[in-house]
């Protein structure tokens, strides 16, 4: 025989542990994907900044090179150096490789030399420049030619140490000099 309960009855203690088991469990996964998407975005804005790191360090390269003036660029070791015009004065450039690190050293007469930090967390670095028919030196000018003229192009390629202490990665960026953009 079944009992009905009254209108003013209220829940079972089973009722009530049920509830709390259900409430316990959607709790739980709710924490488990907010820690998961915590994590992931601590690790995506790592990531984000590297990356503007490197396009930092692109764009002032490649700004550089687009001012290239006729004067000759050298090529040895991995270092370029070149002249840049500015408003008021001749200046040298020289890319280079110091310590893990991409270094622009500016020589000027006004400012003597001046070293900016552009990229760290380099494990190693390769120019190339392309010559006028189309073939590619990683020293200029290069050897055997009496007057090589100005070099089309130059490819930077970058060994980049990632935050997580993986292998690391190869970045290249290939830029247009203005004797390859026929000015």
């Known amino acids: 025989m079944t009992q009905k ?51 930092r360090a692109f764009l002032v390269i490649s700004r550089d090179l687009e001012q290239v003036t006729m004067a000759e660029m050298a090529l040895d070791a991995g270092m370029l150096a070149f002249h840049r015009t500015g408003s008021e004065r001749d200046i040298e450039i020289v890319f280079l490789f110091d310590q893990s690190a991409l270094v622009r050293r500016i020589e000027s007469r006004v400012g003597g030399i001046v070293d900016q930090l552009l990229l760290t967390g380099v494990a190693g670095l390769q120019w190339r420049l392309m010559d006028r028919s189309k073939r590619w030196h990683e020293s200029w000018p290069p050897a055997g030619t009496e007057t090589p003229g100005r070099p089309y192009a130059a490819e930077l390629t970058l060994d980049v140490l990632r935050a997580e202490n993986i292998a690391p990665q190869r970045v290249t960026r290939l830029i247009l000099l203005p004797a390859g953009q026929g000015r």
């Open 5 to 55: 309960r009254g209108a003013d009855a209220g829940i079972s203690l089973i009722e009530v542990l049920v509830s709390l088991a259900i409430f316990a469990v959607i709790g739980i996964a709710g924490l488990a994907v907010l820690n998961t998407v915590a994590r992931t975005g601590e690790r995506t804005d790592g990531r984000l900044d590297r990356l503007a790191e490197l396009d």
